[in-house]
């Protein structure tokens, strides 16, 4: 079953911003150490965009720094990236992940496409 469901991605002209979900139940909420963003273009293998911790630690990928904005919101079972100043480049299929107990789940994804 799913317990990571990403919404928010879609067709934004180059420049423009779109914020990404990742929403999952209370429970599987919880429990979870880490959430992260991660990307996936063709022929790429999927990376790091921008993680943050049970304790609100935060990291992010070099290409990502300054332009994304990793926050969790633990009253809404929720946890976002923010993307603003988009590029073609940026254009791939953004997936959720969460470590819960030593264990990665992994959402289905939403795809994001940059036009120039």
């Known amino acids: 079953q799913v317990q990571l469901v990403e919404s928010g991605g879609g067709l934004v002209q180059a420049g423009g911003s779109l914020r990404l979900s990742c929403a999952a139940s209370?429970?599987?909420?919880?429990?979870?150490?880490?959430m992260s963003w991660h990307r996936q273009a063709p022929g790429k293998q999927r990376e790091l965009v921008a993680s943050?911790?049970?304790?609100?630690?935060?990291d992010y990928n070099d290409s990502e720094r300054g332009r994304c904005t990793i926050s969790r919101d633990n009253m809404r079972n929720t946890v976002y990236l923010q993307m603003n100043n988009l590029k073609p480049e940026d254009t791939d299929v953004y997936y959720c992940?969460?470590?819960?107990?030593?264990?990665?789940?992994w959402g289905r994804g939403t795809q994001v496409t940059v036009s120039s």
């Open positions: 992940n969460a470590l819960r107990y030593d264990v990665n789940y």
């Open positions: 209370g429970s599987f909420f919880a429990g979870v150490d880490v």
């Open positions: 943050v911790t049970r304790g609100g630690t935060t």
